[in-house]
T-cell receptor, first 112, second 112 residues
Framework: GENVEQHPSTLSVQEGDSAVIKCTYS??????FPWYKQELGKRPQLIID?????GEKKDQRIAVTLNKTAKHFSLHITETQPEDSAVYFC???????????FGTGTRLTIIP | EADIYQTPRYLVIGTGKKITLECSQT?????MYWYQQDPGMELHLIHY???????EKGDLSSESTVSRIRTEHFPLTLESARPSHTSQYLC???????????FGSGTRLTVV
C-alpha cells in the first residue's frame, strides 16, 4: 500500500518568513495530493490540492509543488502570519483507491 | 447547510461503559471514515465504508465497531470503554475521493 512520510514534525518560523513542509510517497500510481490544515481544537480542512498532471499550484500565499519523478511534494507558505499556526497534513491517493493516506503531520508555529 | 456532524463534542465516561459516537452527513457522500487522532497529531484510520451495508477495518486495530444502515449515518460503537480508548475521534466523508475529505468537528473521548 501507499506510505506517506512528512517532514519536519515541528517547524517554527518568524512571522513574515516562509515555511516549507515536505512529503514523500511510495506508490508511483498516486495522482492526487491534498493538504489539510488543522487549527487547535478544530477539524482538519482542505487548503490546497494538486493532481499529477501539474507541477505547481498557487493560491494566494500558499503553493504546492509536485515532483513525480522523485515522488515528493511540498507545501510552501510565504509571508507567514500568526493565523498560519496549525498542524498541517499531507496526503496521497490514486484513482480507484478507497481512502487517503496521510502523513504524520507538521506542527507549524509562527513566532510574532 | 450541507456538512458532516459529530455528537457529542466531548464525552467523559467510566471504564466498562458502552458508548456510541454519532456521525451524520448531509452531502449524500457514499464514502465515510473514522479516524483516531493522537494527542500529538497523527491520524489513524480505524474504519471506513463504501456505502450502505459496507464496512471495512482500517489500518489501526480497534476494538470499536461501525454500521452503515443509511447513507448519511455512520455511528461508531465501543462495547466496553477502557482508558486506552481516550482519544479524539474524527469522522469524514468524501465523494469522489479526488475532491478530498470533509471532516467532522470530532468527539474528544475521555475514559476514566
Amino acid at each position: 500500500g501507499e506510505n506517506v512520510e512528512q517532514h519536519p514534525s515541528t517547524l517554527s518560523v518568524q512571522e513574515g518568513d516562509s515555511a516549507v513542509i515536505k512529503c514523500t510517497y511510495s506508490d508511483s500510481a498516486s495522482n492526487y495530493f491534498p493538504w489539510y490544515k488543522q487549527e487547535l481544537g478544530k477539524r482538519p480542512q482542505l487548503i490546497i490540492d494538486i493532481r499529477s498532471n501539474v507541477g505547481e499550484k498557487k493560491d494566494q500565499r500558499i503553493a504546492v509543488t509536485l515532483n513525480k519523478t522523485a515522488k515528493h511534494f511540498s507545501l510552501h507558505i510565504t509571508e507567514t502570519q500568526p493565523e498560519d499556526s496549525a498542524v498541517y497534513f499531507c496526503a496521497a491517493s490514486k484513482t480507484g483507491a478507497n481512502n487517503l493516506f496521510f502523513g504524520t503531520g507538521t506542527r507549524l508555529t509562527i513566532i510574532p | 447547510e450541507a456538512d458532516i456532524y459529530q455528537t457529542p463534542r466531548y464525552l467523559v465516561i467510566g471504564t466498562g461503559k458502552k458508548i456510541t459516537l454519532e456521525c451524520s452527513q448531509t452531502m449524500g457522500h457514499d464514502k465515510m471514515y473514522w479516524y483516531q487522532q493522537d494527542p500529538g497529531m497523527e491520524l489513524h484510520l480505524i474504519h471506513y465504508s463504501y456505502g450502505v451495508n459496507s464496512t471495512e477495518k482500517g489500518d489501526l486495530s480497534s476494538e470499536s465497531t461501525v454500521s452503515r444502515i443509511r447513507t448519511e449515518h455512520f455511528p461508531l460503537t465501543l462495547e466496553s470503554a477502557r482508558p486506552s480508548h481516550t482519544s479524539q475521534y474524527l469522522c469524514a466523508s468524501s465523494e469522489p475521493l479526488s475532491r478530498g475529505y470533509t471532516f467532522g468537528s470530532g468527539t474528544r473521548l475521555t475514559v476514566v
